[in-house]
Nanobody
Framework: QVQLAESGGGSVQAGGSLNLTCAASGEIGTSYCMGWFRQAPGKGREAVASIDTDGSPNYADSVQGRFTISVDTAKNLLYLQMNSLKLEDTAMYYC???????????????????????WGQGTQVTVSS
């Protein structure tokens, strides 16, 4: 089993920055794909970014150039540096993991929630004007 715990959410003004962290524990192994998803009130959950232990990041168009995903494989920590935050970035942010390298379709901007069997509880990000 793998456990994921997010932290770093909070409230920030538009244009500001936040850095989210996801700590993975349990039997995650040495080869895996981790991602960030988000769900805004009244909307479905959407992928934000993913990265695997090979280090290749993939981003949704809505965050490209503003968000940076990274992974510390020695500590099994996943990060999401969010800059130039917009009101529409307000959402619950979830960390997810699968015990394989990221599927090639992630590079095409396509993610499937069902590819990720492990999920954290989420951390709230609120951006205000």
């Amino acid at each position: 089993q793998v456990q994921l715990a997010e932290s770093g959410g909070g409230s920030v003004q538009a244009g500001g920055s936040l850095n989210l962290t996801c700590a993975a524990s349990g039997e995650i192994g040495t080869s895996y794909c981790m991602g960030w998803f988000r769900q805004a009130p009244g909307k479905g959950r959407e992928a934000v970014a993913s990265i695997d232990t090979d280090g290749s990041p993939n981003y949704a168009d809505s965050v490209q150039g503003r968000f940076t995903i990274s992974v510390d494989t020695a500590k099994n920590l996943l990060y999401l540096q969010m800059n130039s935050l917009k009101l529409e970035d307000t959402a619950m942010y979830y960390c997810a993991a699968e015990l394989f390298l990221c599927p090639a379709m992630h590079a095409l901007g396509r993610w499937r929630e069902n590819d990720f069997p492990y999920w954290g509880q989420g951390t709230q990000v609120t951006v205000s004007s």
